[in-house]
């Protein structure tokens, strides 16, 4: 990284050219931790009411679970690898795919929507074990978010895995699983601000890990750091991070909880990826500098 950009990206988050991330990191670390993240979500999955109401009134546990499932008109890790492989260039966008998926699959028993989900994890649990998984992990697959890695793509469901949870089960929270979330935010996000050009950082800090991510050059780093590092940050529990992220949290109710740092460079993050309806911590980084401007007047 040149000099004219040491100080806008904390030297821990500075990536090598050609760094991907947690892409990057040996042993497929990228897969285990989408592995562990899926075998997090399905523990205690058979113990729900699907026909109960979710926490946010609006839905059913059910219809919350739903897009999470393996149908035959949503996309496997197969078919994500396959359209890498092809060089497909876009998809549905997230937000419709899910409110389709709902609608198809209302009349689909309880059984079946448990037995879907079970699918979309075994699917990626075997595939992640399969001698070809590193090297399809690397290939650019579209996605919601743009052509991003699979590897990537693929432990990017586990934030809608820690969302869905903390609305289906709040009396239940899992905090590994929103540790695997966020950190899959993250590194999402130097993933779509590096496939942009950005020279920027993020960083999460809550009371039990920090992670943050670093782009440069088409590049992205994303490391487990100490609170001592510097740059734009957004501090608040984990839990907090993934409802605000998820859109599920009042913007002046999470005033006292949430804490903003360096919020100028913070908003201009937000500019980078506000063209990214997709993406979760586009829509965090937004509101985090709005409510910072409000509680600054």
Known sequence: MGDENRGVVPEPLQPETGEQGLLSQPNNHILN???????????????????????????????????????????????????AREGAEAIEPFTQTRDRLREVHSRSSNAQVVDAVHGAA??????????????????????PLGPIPVGTFVLAAAFQMAATWRDIAPDRPKPELERLG?????????????????????????PEFVMGTGTHGGAWRTSH????????????????????????????KATRKLRVRQPRRLGAMAIVLEGIPDL?????????????SFMAR
């Open 280 to 292: 979760p911590a586009a829509g965090l980084l937004k509101k985090a500098a709005r409510m910072t």
């Open 225 to 252: 750091l100490d609170e001592t590092i510097t740059g734009p940050a957004v501090v608040a529990p984990s839990g907090l991070l993934i409802d605000f992220a998820a859109g599920n949290v009042n913007l002046l």
């Open 182 to 206: 966020l950190t899959a935010l993250v590194d999402s996000t130097g993933a779509v601000a590096g496939r942009l050009g950005a020279t920027a950082s993020i960083t999460a800090i809550t």
């Open 33 to 83: 931790l989408a592995v562990e993240a899926w075998q997090l979500f399905l523990d205690g999955m058979s113990d729900l009411d699907l026909d109960a109401g979710s926490r946010d009134g609006k839905l059913s546990i059910k219809e919350q679970l739903i897009p999470m499932g393996n149908w035959t008109d949503n996309r496997s890790i197969y078919e994500i690898v396959a359209d």
């Open 122 to 143: 075994q699917s990626v649990i075997e595939w992640s074990a399969t001698s070809e998984a590193r090297e399809d992990s690397i290939l650019t697959t579209p996605s």
